[in-house]
T-cell receptor, first 115, second 113 residues
């Protein structure tokens, strides 16, 4: 069965520092992967997606992610974090079943940004 | 594109009461999903609609839960005889037939006292 693991529950970085959030997936075929961000009390906003092609994908708000099939990973990166990036980040994989699809999410990584 | 909207944003109810939530998807999207998110967890799939047809329900969706999408537009999620374990954020998402991206609404936070 498909699954997503986000090993880091909580990460704290200083404003201006670089960021990498880890995501590992379990899926037999080529996965369709997403990163979403959730601010407190809000829904999820799509940051970026990977379906195929270039393994380094760019998203909104200066985020990028790299797909590494050999490591079953899809890590999210940002070169310089802003205080407004403090939020919870979710990695997700598309699961196909019986002609429809759904998202399988990791447990999330909560990012805190120190001034 | 006005995005996915959900109503109400917050609901506090007493155990045993019935509650109903509404979701309005992005207008041209024919796929609609409900997810539940508990504290410290990622969203978990509850159910899926293709137009007005409910095509899949998770085992998380007990007999007390029912969802509808009349005319393939907005959707409602009803919980009967609420229990404290139903306290969670209920998220609605929609997508088109052309892609796998799902766009989420702001969610309805349910608190059962």
């Amino acid at each position: 069965a498909q699954s997503v693991t986000q090993p880091d529950i909580h990460i704290t970085v200083s404003e201006g520092a670089s960021l990498e959030l880890r995501c590992n997936y379990s899926y037999g075929a080529t996965p369709y992967l997403f990163w979403y961000v959730q601010s407190p009390g809000q829904g999820l906003q799509l940051l970026l997606k990977y379906f195929s092609g270039d393994t380094l994908v760019q998203g909104i708000k200066g985020f990028e992610a790299e797909f590494k099939r050999s490591q079953s990973s899809f890590n999210l990166r940002k070169p310089s974090v802003h205080w407004s990036d403090a939020a919870e980040y979710f990695c997700a994989v598309v699961a196909f079943s019986g002609g429809y699809n759904k998202l399988i999410f990791g447990a999330g990584t909560r990012l805190a940004v120190h001034p | 594109d006005t995005g996915v909207s959900q109503d109400p944003r917050h609901k506090i109810t007493k155990r045993g009461q019935n509650v109903t939530f509404r979701c309005d998807p992005i207008s041209e999207h024919n796929r609609l999903y409900w997810y539940r998110q508990t504290l410290g967890q990622g969203p978990e799939f509850l159910t899926y609609f293709q137009n007005e047809a409910q095509l899949e329900k998770s085992r998380l969706l007990s007999d007390r839960f029912s969802a509808e999408r009349p005319k393939g537009s907005f959707s409602t999620l009803e919980i009967q005889r609420t229990e404290q374990g139903d306290s969670a954020m209920y998220l609605c998402a929609s997508s088109s037939n052309r892609g796998y991206e799902q766009y989420f609404g702001p969610g309805t936070r349910l608190t059962v006292t």
